[in-house]
């Protein structure tokens, strides 16, 4: 197997405006079965390669998954990712759940191989000069590309479609488009589709009529009449059931709604910002979520990197954090900021800014991994809550805490052994391999 062409797939080279991201391209190349002879070229920081819709690259063959797997382009190097496959990801003849690629490499995905080559072509991104936007801020290269995408794209009206996991800071690079944007004099609504009943979320987005339903003593109206000539914010879109889908897709093709019991329809001018936490490509693969919904949601991709990927972020955000709280980190308890430093975040920037008020108000250091030791110990969960967080961030956080640090000691009692570790824990293998590849844990073996 060859050098890499680069030392590194990313790097910072200087623009004739600033800094920008210069990132190396690949191919893949179907050297086996149905889409025998199949070539693409990618210059994307994120690739997909599945069987199913909404994939970058879609291999018909039964022995691959509706999402097989991804090459992410990471700073460290070219990233294969198996995404759960029910018949696994190989590389170089030895199954993965993640791995380092080498300039050339054969990968099979089920029966069918492929070649992947590093290509000498780059594609460069702009980075924003700037370590904020609107509320937001970072200085690492992967914050400043996205604030330079959110400059750009704030100039314009099209959808964008934020992700990222939770906590990672997703409305507030949504209200920087929209402080950013020509917008910014109008409304503002937010409408999280996860937190209201399934029975009431299509009243929320599109009104009802007097007397629609049982309970609809007035007429309401509804989110995108209320963002009329402003912006309308869907965050945990990935949360809407199937049954609603087309109904958002029409409204945001037609830029029209009509209300519940209602019989006319009311046309709206509003911009679309939408976020989620879940993989949507993924689900549309799966046929969890309409392919076309996908496609007119993401017109423009933001992608949130999770802090623990961004650690040059971290100081920077602590002194922001400490500023509002009217602190400085003479007011930090010894050791916090290397601890900060040193902590993984799975609860990402919300994790840090409840960590950050704790140690000035409490002198405690960290107590988001007390609150883990806790969830495990079984002892009373209220010492671990905070009621300044909604209901459904803190047991999302709370779950993704035990799910990863459960994986990982369990991992780590059977020295990587996926099957001894799926015995111990009474699941099965392809279900501990999707917690293994959601934590990106490493050092694992079949």
Avoid at 88 to 93: C, D, E, M, N
Avoid at 418 to 437: E, P, T, Y
């Amino acid at each position: 197997m060859g050098e890499s062409v680069f030392n590194r797939p990313t790097r910072l080279v200087p623009g004739a405006h600033g800094q920008k991201l210069e990132r190396q391209t690949f191919s893949l190349s179907v050297k086996s079965g149905a889409a025998e002879g199949l070539r693409r070229n990618f210059d994307s920081d994120c690739v997909r390669v599945g069987a199913g819709p909404g994939n970058d690259m879609v291999l018909a063959d039964p022995t691959v998954s509706s999402a097989h797997f991804e090459i992410a382009v990471v700073e460290r190097g070219f990233l294969l990712r198996d995404l759960g496959s029910t018949n696994g990801t190989t590389l170089a003849g030895v199954r993965i759940v993640e791995a380092y690629l080498p300039s050339e490499a054969e990968i099979t995905a089920g029966e069918v191989k492929l070649q992947f080559k590093a290509a000498s072509e780059t594609v460069e991104s702009p980075l924003s000069a700037n370590e904020n936007c609107g509320t937001a801020v970072g200085r690492s290269p992967l914050m400043r590309e996205i604030f330079a995408r959110v400059e750009r794209v704030a100039k314009t009206d099209v959808t964008v479609l934020i992700t990222g996991e939770t906590g990672c800071g997703k409305e507030v690079i949504a209200y920087s488009v929209f402080e950013a944007s020509g917008r910014r004099g109008g409304p503002f609504v937010v409408v999280d589709c996860g937190a209201i009943a399934p029975t009431l979320i299509e009243s929320e987005l599109f009104g009802h009529e007097k007397g629609a339903f049982t309970g609809a003593v007035a007429k309401r109206v509804g989110a995108f009449e209320r963002a009329n000539n402003g912006t309308l914010f869907l965050d945990e879109v990935g949360e809407l059931e199937m049954s609603l889908q087309p109904k958002l897709l029409r409204a945001l093709e037609r830029r029209e709604v009509q209300r519940v019991g209602g019989t006319s329809t009311v046309t709206t001018d509003a911009r679309i910002i939408a976020a989620t936490n879940r993989d949507l490509r993924s689900m549309v693969a799966r046929g969890e979520f309409r392919e076309d919904l996908y496609y007119r949601l993401a017109v423009v991709n933001i992608a949130i990197p999770p802090l623990r990927d961004r650690r040059e972020d971290i100081e920077l955000l602590v002194d922001t954090f400490l500023a509002q709280f009217g602190k400085t980190r003479s007011d930090l308890p010894a050791g916090a900021l290397q601890r900060f430093m040193d902590h993984d975040w799975p609860g990402n920037v919300r994790e840090l800014k409840n960590a950050v008020e704790r140690s000035v108000v409490l002198g405690e250091l960290m107590a988001p991994s007390r609150a883990a030791a806790i969830a495990v110990g079984g002892e009373d969960l209220t010492a671990a809550c905070n009621l300044q967080i909604p209901f459904k961030e803190q047991k999302a956080e709370l779950i993704e805490k035990f799910e990863r640090g459960y994986t990982k000691l369990l991992l780590e009692h059977h020295k990587g052994n996926v099957s001894a570790a799926a015995r111990q824990a009474g699941i099965d293998r392809m279900s501990l391999h999707k917690l293994i590849n959601k934590y990106q844990i490493t050092n694992v073996r079949d």
